[in-house]
């Protein structure tokens, strides 16, 4: 079920990212009078369509059937991608036959270059308009939850954090000698702005202040889980209660939190889950708070998965400063999140690949990589799940408009060397770069399923 729930929520996302962005392609190219004569959701064999000629079939239709300008609207058998084929375009349908033929009214060869550069931006330009349209949306509804803490509530075992002598109760000042205000402050800065570099700590404890460094060798392999901090006065609340299991036979319910188990105190909602499962089959005291008061029990068994039959939610019971904003502030707001996780931080982080900072299998994710992150974001909820999809809708529209030969950029490339020196390109060059940029991004993508094979845990 988990692998039928992580293909569902990836083909939803990768679905809606194809739609929207070949949508610009299609409705650019409608509106500047070309023909669109397929456009299709999936790539490869036609399972289905609709035109107006033949109506509603199955399969492959016949090359030889006329559709008077009238668009297939089809799926295709491979969901991982999709495209517009617009007549009088050398593209990925490799279609060569219109050559020969002198250029059509409606065809795209025969338009204006600033009418075909607007059908070949329109894709990226719809991909980042529903990136925006997302972050604006959730600025509206959600607006911003600052956690205002920089104290470290729980450091793993065996993490990065520990190995360098970060420890509970460590209340982090800055970051690279820049202050940190805030927990999400201090992600941002760790986990963002300096991917790929040393880190310096400088911390406060027990009212002494000193400084930590880790080297940017330790951090090429950069998550939460490896770095090891969490912010203090987050505790696990239960949020449900698995029957027939360990903690119902304790009596635990819904809405307890847990205070301490195995003898420690849980300082974090991690904390719980760390201590869980490195006590596996012992018997373990747990104790837990509800409505101000103290219960204990002794868990008798431990499943084999390392589970006692809990749903955890994290709680957290610090200060927290809330922000809204209005429909007019909302843009603004939108506006700086869509540059910086869709610019910023995407060309930081293709230079300091380049670089060697950050090693490339862990940078560039694929299919499988994508559709782990759609599946654990549709966990967190609804909202955390559009937030991906925009995330990936704005990378995709990046990507692009790179010119490289194949993406929309290196169509663009071909239209600006026209509109510089009033002359085309010879269609023979532009099959061949076609042809180029196809294979080339084709072994890059085996190259990226396989490093996203050999990276599953």
């Known amino acids: 079920m988990e692998i039928l729930s992580t293909i569902f929520y990836f083909l939803i996302v990768i679905g809606i990212l194809v739609f929207v962005h070949e949508f610009g392609h299609f409705i650019a190219a409608r509106s500047c009078g070309m023909r669109a004569d397929i456009f299709s959701i999936g790539i490869g064999f036609r399972l289905l369509g609709f035109n107006r000629i033949t109506g509603f079939t199955f399969g492959k239709i016949s090359d030889e059937i006329d559709l008077q300008g009238h668009t297939d609207y089809r799926i295709c058998a491979f969901p991982i991608g999709g495209y517009v084929k617009i007549a009088g375009m050398i593209d990925e349908s490799m279609d060569k036959k219109f050559i020969k033929d002198e250029p059509k009214p409606w065809e795209y060869r025969s338009k204006p270059v600033w009418k075909r550069m607007i059908v070949i931006t329109a894709g990226v330009i719809m991909n980042i308009l529903l990136a925006f349209l997302i972050f604006y949306a959730l600025t509206l509804i959600k607006g911003k939850t600052i956690t205002e803490t920089t104290t470290v509530g729980y450091v793993t075992k065996n993490s990065i954090a520990g190995e360098f002598g970060i ?48 080297p940017k060798e330790k951090l090429r392999d950069i998550t939460e889980k490896n770095i090891g901090i969490y912010p203090e006065k987050v505790l696990p609340q239960i949020s449900g209660v698995q029957s027939g299991h360990p903690a119902e036979k304790c009596g635990i319910q819904k809405g307890d939190i847990i205070t301490e188990f195995a003898g420690e105190k849980i300082t974090h909602s991690q904390k719980l889950v760390d201590l869980i499962k490195s006590n596996v089959n012992k018997e373990s005291t747990i104790s837990w708070n509800r409505n101000g008061n103290i219960m204990s029990s002794k868990v008798t068994r431990i499943l084999p998965d390392s589970t006692i039959g809990i749903e955890i939610t994290a709680k957290y019971e610090g200060p927290i400063k809330y922000v809204k904003y209005s429909v007019i502030t909302a843009f603004p707001k939108a506006a700086s999140d869509l540059y910086y996780f869709g610019f910023e931080v995407f060309f930081k982080s293709i230079a300091k690949v380049i670089k060697g900072d950050i090693p490339f299998k862990k940078a560039i994710g694929g299919p499988v990589k994508i559709a782990q992150a759609s599946a654990q974001s549709a966990e967190m909820g609804f909202l955390s799940y559009i937030g991906f999809l925009a995330m990936l809708s704005i990378s995709l529209a990046v990507i692009n408009i790179l010119p490289f030969p194949a993406l929309d950029g290196g169509h663009f490339v071909i239209l600006l060397f026209e509109g510089v020196f009033r002359k085309p390109v010879s269609y023979k060059v532009q099959i061949a770069l076609q042809n180029i940029g196809f294979i080339i991004l084709l072994a890059f993508m085996l190259f990226v399923i396989y490093n996203d094979i050999i990276s599953i845990k």
């Open 167 to 214: 420890k509970e109760g460590d209340k982090i000042l800055t970051i690279n000698n820049e202050p940190v205000n805030n927990w999400d402050d201090l992600q941002n800065k760790i986990y963002l702005d300096n991917l790929g570099e040393s880190v310096s700590f400088d911390i406060s404890r027990d009212g002494q202040s000193s400084k930590i460094n880790i």
